[in-house]
C-alpha cells in the first residue's frame, strides 16, 4: 500500500509528537517533504517501497529543518509515522532512532542506508 501524506499530515505529527508544539519556521521543507515522497518520473515513482519514501522525509526533514527547535525528533517521528500508517509494525528502541537521526544529519548515511535502517525495524 502506497501512504500519501500532506502538508496537514505533517503539522498534526508536529504538533503531537514534538515538546511544546514548536512554531514552524518553514513551511517550504513540510511541502519539499511531501512532493519528495511522492515524487515520480515518467510516471514511475522514485521511491518504489515504503522503507525509501520514509528515508527520503527523514533525511530530507533532517537536512532542511521546519520547525524552530525538535526538527530530529520530528523528522524520526514522521518516519516512523509513515511507515506505520502504511501498516508496517516498527519495533526499535529510543537508542536506535537517535543513532539513525545522527548519522542522518552528519551525512554519514545515504538514503540506501537510511532505508534498510528502517527496515530492520520492522517485522
Known amino acids: 500500500m502506497t501512504v500519501r501524506i ?6 498534526i505529527l508536529a504538533e503531537e509528537k514534538t515538546p511544546g508544539d514548536p512554531r514552524v519556521t518553514d513551511y517550504g521543507a513540510l511541502v519539499a517533504a511531501v ?3 511522492e515524487a515520480a518520473i515518467f510516471g514511475r515513482p522514485v ?6 519514501r520514509a528515508a527520503a ?6 537536512h532542511v529543518p521546519a520547525l524552530e527547535r525538535s526538527n530530529a525528533l520530528f523528522a524520526s517521528a514522521v518516519a516512523y509515522g509513515y511507515l506505520v500508517a502504511g501498516g508496517l509494525k516498527v519495533v526499535t528502541s529510543p537508542e536506535r532512532i537517535r543513532d539513525l537521526a545522527r548519522l542522518v544529519k552528519d551525512g554519514t548515511a545515504d538514503l540506501d542506508a537510511i532505508a534498510a535502517e528502517l527496515r530492520s525495524w520492522t517485522l
Open 6 to 11: 500532506d502538508l496537514a499530515w505533517l503539522l
Open 35 to 37: 512532493s519528495r515522497h
Open 47 to 52: 521511491y518504489a517501497e515504503p522503507y525509501d
Open 57 to 62: 522525509l527523514l533525511q530530507l526533514l533532517l
